[in-house]
Nanobody, 115 residues
C-alpha cells in the first residue's frame, strides 16, 4: 500500500522560508506524477506544483518564482521549498502522487504564514 508522509509544516513569518518534505513508501519514479496541493479554510484544494516522471513540471501562477519543487530519488522524497511566504499561502499542504487512475494523498501538513 502506498504511503505518503509529509513533514516540515509550521509557522513562518511573511517573507520567510519553509521547506516541506514528502517521503514516499515506493520509488517516486514509479508514479506518473508527484507534487503538492493545498487547501485553505473554506476553499477548494488547489494545485501548488507538480512534476511528471519525465520531468515536465507545472506550478500555480501564485507561487511561480517563490516555490520550488524538487526530487530526491535516493530517498524517495519530494520537497517543496517555499520562499517569500505570503499570508495567502496559509493552508494545509498535501502531498500528491498518481499512477493514472490511482491517486494517492498524504495526511496533510499545516502551513501558517503570520507575524
Amino acid at each position: 500500500q502506498v504511503r505518503l508522509v509529509e513533514s516540515g509544516g509550521g509557522l513562518v513569518q511573511p517573507g520567510g522560508s519553509l521547506r516541506l518534505s514528502c517521503a514516499a513508501s515506493e520509488s517516486i519514479y514509479s508514479f506518473y506524477r508527484v507534487g503538492w496541493y493545498r487547501q485553505a479554510p473554506g476553499k477548494q484544494r488547489q494545485l501548488v506544483a507538480i512534476i511528471s516522471s519525465g520531468g515536465a513540471a507545472n506550478a500555480a501562477d501564485s507561487v511561480q518564482g517563490r516555490f520550488t519543487l524538487s526530487r530526491d530519488n535516493a530517498k524517495n522524497t519530494v520537497h517543496l521549498q517555499m520562499n517569500s511566504a505570503k499570508s495567502e499561502d496559509t493552508a494545509v499542504y498535501y502531498c500528491y502522487a498518481d499512477r493514472g487512475q490511482y491517486v494517492y494523498w498524504g495526511q496533510g501538513t499545516q502551513v501558517t504564514v503570520s507575524s
